[in-house]
Structure formats: C-alpha cells, structure tokens
C-alpha cells in the first residue's frame, strides 16, 4: 500500500497494489492489518456505492455531526471524479480550508476522508461509480452540509456551475459564515 500525504495531512491518498497478468488483476482494496501497518486504525461499519449517470453530478459537501462523525475511504470503480475535503474540525490550522483529489479506475487510488471534514465530489465522466467504507452508519438525523460554492471556500470545481447537478438537499446547504462546526481538532 502506498501512502501520500495531502496538504491537510490527515487527509490521505492510498495506492493499494495490483497484481495483472494477462487475464487482468487482483488487488486487496482494503486490507485492515496493511492499514495498521501504515498507522490507520479504523473499525468501518458500511460500504456504499454511488452511481452517477452524467457527468458534472456533484454530491457534497457532507458530513455527519459527533457521536455519528464518520471516517470515510473512497475509491472510483469506474470513471473519474474531483474529490473534495474541507476541513471543519475548531482550532485546526487548516480550519475552513480544503484539498482536492482526483480520483479514477485508471488510476486506481483511493482518498481516506478523516471524521471532522465536509466531504463532496463531482463526476468527471458519465457512468461513474464510486465505492466507500464508512466508520458510522448513517444517521439521517444527524448529516449536515455546506453549499458546494461558496465563495468563502473557493473551491475551483472543474466543471461549470451550469453544468452542474444537484439534489435539491444540496442546493439548499448553508455557507460556511453561518456555519457553526460541532468538531473540535
């Protein structure tokens, strides 16, 4: 497994390794003792799989308030997408700032997304899928959100605004001004 390291550190980009030979590969995706080894330590609970038909599908930014706070590892099965983690965690040094990732079959990464981030991302391609392991179930009652353009963010979002589709939840999250965060570094 190979590991970088993002501008927010804790925000991790993983390589698992693949094995090809003339009829394809294999690879271990998820290897809970190989993520020990590298210093994560996660008990996940779910996997979820999202499907995106068009391209410009943007979902995010989300998140889930403590005790459901969720560490989130994602990977794309097919296609590719803009990853995107905002920092939300009080008395963080990067407090409000973000990093971006792509993330794609091709290149076969993954993006571990720490519990205290808002998470989103937008399809880069039609027929895009995205697999990820969640360390909470979900608790509808407890997600939360920030609009995915706000100016105050300055996320550079690679597809444009009128291109870009959304749920009628994410038209409707609140700016990060008005945000009061319930994480604490």
């Known amino acids: 497994m190979d590991l970088q ?7 991790k980009i993983l390589r698992p390794r693949r094995f090809s030979d003339e009829r394809g590969f294999y690879s271990e995706t998820y290897n809970q003792r190989v ?15 999202v499907f995106s038909s068009k391209r410009g599908t943007l979902r995010g930014l989300h998140f ?9 590892l994602l990977r794309v099965s097919r296609g590719r ?11 963080s040094p990067s407090y409000g700032q973000h990093v971006v ?3 794609s079959a091709d290149e076969f990464n993954q993006i571990l997304v720490p519990a205290g981030f808002a998470h989103g991302f937008v399809t880069m391609e039609p027929d895009t899928e995205v697999l990820y392991k969640v360390t909470a179930h979900y608790s509808p009652e407890n997600t939360g959100g920030l609009i995915w353009n ?7 979002w690679p597809i444009p605004g009128s291109e870009v589709i959304l749920s009628a939840k994410d038209k409707a999250q609140p700016k990060f001004r008005t945000f009061r965060s319930p994480f604490t570094s």
């Not at 889930?64 to 989130?72: G, L, R, V």
């Open 5 to 11: 390291e993002l501008q927010i550190p804790d925000v």
């Open 81 to 91: 997408v803009l990853d995107v983690a905002v920092d939300l965690r009080m008395g």
């Open 150 to 156: 706000d100016p105050d963010l300055g996320i550079d």
């Open 101 to 103: 990732a792509e993330l």
């Open 35 to 49: 993520l020990a080894e590298c210093g994560i330590e996660l008990d996940f609970v779910q996997d979820n799989h």
């Open 64 to 72: 889930q308030k403590p005790p459901y706070a969720e560490h989130k």
